[in-house]
């Protein structure tokens, strides 16, 4: 079992930027993946970014790449997202997952997940 605990969320202007961090209880190992996902009121749950921990190798979201940067920290089991030009469509709770395997884009792929953390982007 892993737990996952995100930190970092707020109340942020437009434009501005934020960093969303998740710590994992161990270590993971090489052949894991984390994900950011977000869902807005209404939405459906959709990925944002995801990392593979073995070699760093990453997805985006369609149009994100670019605002959005995801990244690890092996040392720390961390993984980070750092979140910038902040749009107010970017409101959402973002959560952070983890799959043993390769990366996967659905929530349903992750068996593993934190509670989530509020950002809200104020126009």
């Known amino acids: 079992q892993v737990q996952l605990v995100e930190s970092g969320g707020g109340l942020v202007q437009t434009g501005g930027s934020l960093r969303l961090s998740c710590t994992a209880s161990?270590?993971?190992?090489?052949?894991?993946?984390m994900a950011w996902f977000r869902q807005a009121p209404g939405n459906e749950r959709e990925v944002v970014a995801a990392?593979?921990?073995?070699?760093?190798?990453?997805y985006y979201k369609e149009n994100l790449k670019g605002r959005f940067t995801i990244s690890r920290d092996v040392a720390k089991n961390t993984m980070y997202l750092e979140m910038n030009s902040l749009k107010a469509e970017d409101t959402a709770v973002y959560s952070c997952?983890?799959?043993?395997?390769?990366?996967?884009?659905?929530?349903?792929?992750?068996?593993?997940w934190g509670r989530g953390t509020q950002v809200t982007v104020s126009s």
């Open positions: 161990r270590s993971v190992g090489g052949n894991f993946a």
């Open positions: 997952a983890g799959r043993t395997g390769n990366i996967m884009t659905l929530a349903r792929q992750y068996d593993y």
């Open positions: 990392i593979w921990w073995f070699d760093s190798s990453t």
